[in-house]
């Protein structure tokens, strides 16, 4: 099962959007670490003891069974952890807190969040491990469905015909659309990608001059392809 949405970085930290109880959330402590103003146990404190947070609405404490659960699924989506018991923040919580914490760092979360195409107020996010696994139910439910004996074929007018012909082009739409989708994440991914490489590199005032005739000598000769145009940035990393 694959619960994982998606991977932000912020402040160099990772963040990972999963999906549990059927509801993105955020794991608490890797919020505190990547918030730099916020104080390690802030956002845990607010939630148990601020009032106004409801647990299985706002938050979680995953612990026991489900905490073997949360690390085996986390695990089969490519990330290892080790917890007993962990604390997940759903966005409602998340929205009270930020509203209750005002500070800048929190705005330029949110803001960031929504270049990533996620919104706590409208709950709009690419959930990609919840359609793929919405889409594996529907399959499983359709094969349990008998299947319906033939009927001899009906006589079709051509304007009962029409509809057929709409089909296919509502098809064709949804094949470009999910094409286009596909590329946008490909791009999301590169640009995360290259601004994570890009702030590590430590270029010296004696090297900024090669660094740049080296990146456009780079682009002149190989233009702007994607895979190598990383490695070479990856280079300068000190």
Known sequence: ??????????NESDIHLILWNDKPCFFVSELSKALDSVNKEDISVFLRY?????KGVDYDVVGGTEARDLRSYLESSGIKKRF????IIYFEGLKKYFNFRKTIESRDF???????????????????????NKAS????AISEVPTPAPQPPAAVSAIEAKPAVNKKK?????????????EFLKHISFMEEFVDAF??????????????????????????QTDTFLKEIKKWIV
Do not use: P, Q, W
């Open 84 to 87: 007993a018991h962990t604390m």
């Open 110 to 132: 949110i803001n960031y969040m929504a270049k990533c195409k996620v919104s706590l107020e409208e709950g709009v996010v690419f959930e990609k491990a919840a359609i793929e």
């Open 199 to 224: 702030n590590k590199i430590n270029i010296t005032a004696d090297k900024s001059v090669a660094f740049t005739k080296g990146m456009a000598k780079f682009l002149e000769d190989n233009g702007m």
């Open 50 to 54: 601020g009032g106004s947070a409801v």
């Open 170 to 182: 509502e098809a064709a739409v949804l094949d470009k659309a999910s094409s286009n989708y596909s």
């Open 1 to 10: 099962m694959n619960i994982l949405i998606r991977k932000l970085i912020f």
């Open 137 to 140: 139910d529907a399959a499983a």
